[in-house]
């Protein structure tokens, strides 16, 4: 008998968010089909949203935000977390990817890199009698 149940929710399609620097709440809820009321509500539950205000008091969303709200929606629709559980997930997702260390490059043999240095100077040769 298995003790992980499959959340009823269906995934949500991936959602490319847009190269912009700053979201307005509407864009943001139309983009993450959420009511900006949520949004507003997920904002005092979740340290990590933190959208900043313009001069107008209009909520201005970064991208790390919208993010942000993407995985919280993704926490608590698809994967059934509480709000209490994905606030701690999430604080374990930024612990996670500080202790990450870049992946070094695979090894190589002498013999294989001895062909690659080759290779690129062969073709080096090409580019320069080009000239």
Not at 20 to 40: M, N, Q, T
Not at 93 to 119: M, Y
Request: net charge positive.
């Amino acid at each position: 008998m298995s003790t992980h149940t499959k959340s009823k929710a269906r995934p949500t399609p991936e959602i490319i968010v847009p190269e912009k620097l700053y979201f307005r709440i509407g864009e943001v809820s139309r983009l993450c089909r959420l009511p900006a009321y949520v949004l507003r509500f997920w904002e005092t539950e979740f340290p990590q949203l933190k959208p900043v205000k313009s001069s107008t008091g209009q909520r201005m969303y970064r991208r790390k935000d919208v993010e942000a709200v993407l995985r919280i929606k993704k926490l608590l629709y698809e994967e059934g977390f509480t709000i209490a559980g994905a606030r701690q997930q999430l604080r374990f997702d930024v612990k996670t990817e500080k202790n990450q260390f870049p992946v070094p490059f695979p090894a190589h043999s002498s013999t294989e890199l001895k062909r690659i240095r080759h290779g690129l100077q062969e073709i080096l040769g090409m580019l320069s009698a080009r000239r």
